[in-house]
T-cell receptor, first 113, second 114 residues
Framework: GDSVTQMEGPVTLSEEAFLTINCTYT??????LFWYVQYPGEGLQLLLK?????DKGSNKGFEATYRKETTSFHLEKGSVQVSDSAVYFC????????????FGKGTTLSVSS | EPEVTQTPSHQVTQMGQEVILRCVPI?????FYWYRQILGQKVEFLVS????????KSEIFDDQFSVERPDGSNFTLKIRSTKLEDSAMYFC????????????FGSGTQLSVL
């Protein structure tokens, strides 16, 4: 079945460092791909998404490109801030209304000043 | 911005007891979901609900689980007889007419079964 694999955390960075969180997926068909973020004490929030191959999702300085050839959707940010400290979840949707999202385990990012 | 509300934020119960986790989805949303995350593991899908019936459920969602939309605003998850392995963070989510493309999640209920 469809699945998502994320790099294990935690990831610890200094402010202004470059961030990459790896995500690969296995899916039949043509899924949409997402990154969700969970800040402490809050629910998961959609960070960005891409719906087809070569699409780039971006938001708040974060980017991820849907790479069909490598089945990847790595999350990147050029310069992280302390406020980016959170848990990041990669997810896919098989693209049918109401169908469940499939999540990875989540990667904890901790940014220090 | 509208949000999904879950209560309580923490629930402690004894093994074998029934628990009801409550959620108020965003008011004009049509699809409702429950997910859970056992500590250190993936966020797992439990069930989706549309048009007053279950539209999809996972293997986890066995006869011990049930969902209900008792009125126009609440969406509940009931666990009939809790087990130790039911201890997890339970997330409610809802989405609009587009379905699963964008889910809005609540902040979760941490269930601890002793």
């Amino acid at each position: 079945g469809d699945s998502v694999t994320q790099m294990e955390g935690p990831v610890t960075l200094s402010e202004e460092a470059f961030l990459t969180i790896n995500c690969t997926y296995t899916a039949t068909g043509y899924p949409s791909l997402f990154w969700y973020v969970q800040y402490p004490g809050e629910g998961l929030q959609l960070l960005l998404k891409a719906t087809k191959a070569d699409d780039k999702g971006s938001n708040k300085g974060f980017e991820a490109t849907y790479r069909k050839e490598t089945t990847s959707f790595h999350l990147e940010k050029g310069s992280v801030q302390v406020s980016d400290s959170a848990v990041y979840f990669c997810a896919l949707s098989p693209n049918q209304a109401g169908t469940a999202l499939i999540f990875g385990k989540g990667t904890t990012l901790s940014v220090s000043s | 911005e509208p949000e999904v509300t879950q209560t309580p934020s923490h629930q402690v119960t004894q093994m074998g007891q029934e628990v009801i986790l409550r959620c108020v989805p965003i008011s004009n949303h049509l699809y409702f979901y429950w997910y859970r995350q056992i500590l250190g593991q993936k966020v797992e899908f439990l069930v989706s609900f549309y048009n007053n019936e279950i539209s999809e459920k996972s293997e986890i969602f066995d006869d011990q689980f049930s969902v209900e939309r008792p009125d126009g605003s609440n969406f509940t998850l009931k666990i009939r007889s809790t087990k130790l392995e039911d201890s997890a963070m339970y997330f409610c989510a809802s989405s609009g007419p587009d379905g699963g493309e964008k889910l809005f999640f609540g902040s979760g209920t941490q269930l601890s079964v002793l």
